[in-house]
């Protein structure tokens, strides 16, 4: 009788125990769900503070294209057809707009308020060409975004890898294209995306 009393105490004590175990594991539960909500409405916030950051752009050089979702450039730069060389009469131009993506990644990746986040910046030069009979369409828009990337690199505009990728891209006759009909030979050109790539929030922010 005595081992039966001890037996139904101890099957007793481990039911509420395990009940005390289950109720600690609600709450770790909820309380992790409740953290892991909290850091994505932060990091919700600080992507469109980053976004609102990136916009900042000098307007005499972009425009926000809300329709395409990205900026453009706001002189047309052409180029002849089946050329990749970038016209003498835009180089200036192009080089002020380096410029000016470089100091605006550079100010951000050294700003007090977003240095804390890991922020990386992807830029892409996307060259574009028009649709014509000319065979190499692809190549001759990767051509035309390199020229860009050359040039800034001849006037020392260099992005500093640790924080800063540029990527070379043609997109040919795909993509997103702005102009069709008698306009298609605008399409000769280039894009230029700017991409803030955030890392992980800490309990500190």
Not at 145 to 163: C, Q, T
Not at 185 to 202: D, E, R, S
């Amino acid at each position: 009788m005595r081992r039966d009393n001890f037996f139904w105490i101890s099957y007793s004590d481990l039911m509420t125990s395990l009940f005390f175990i289950m109720m600690v594991l609600f709450v770790v539960t909820i309380g992790y769900l409740q953290h892991q909500k909290n850091a994505t409405e932060k990091q919700l916030a600080k992507i469109q503070e980053l976004q609102a950051a990136v916009q900042q752009l000098p307007s005499e050089y972009f425009e926000y294209q809300p329709l395409y979702k990205r900026f453009k450039l706001k002189e047309q730069i052409q180029f002849p057809l089946g050329k990749s060389e970038i016209p003498a009469r835009f180089r200036p131009y192009l080089v002020n707009v380096g410029k000016a993506i470089f100091r605006l990644v550079y100010t951000m990746s050294n700003d007090p308020e977003f240095r804390e986040l890991d922020i990386k910046y992807l830029i892409v030069i996307e060259g574009m060409a028009s649709k014509d009979n000319y065979p190499l369409n692809f190549e001759l828009s990767y051509k035309r975004a390199l020229s860009l990337y050359n040039l800034w690199r001849m006037e020392g505009i260099v992005f500093d890898p640790a924080y800063c990728e540029v990527q070379i891209s043609g997109s040919g006759i795909r993509g997103i294209r702005e102009y069709s009909g008698a306009d298609e030979y605008k399409n000769q050109q280039f894009l230029i995306h700017i991409i803030p790539k955030m890392g992980q929030i800490t309990e500190n922010e």
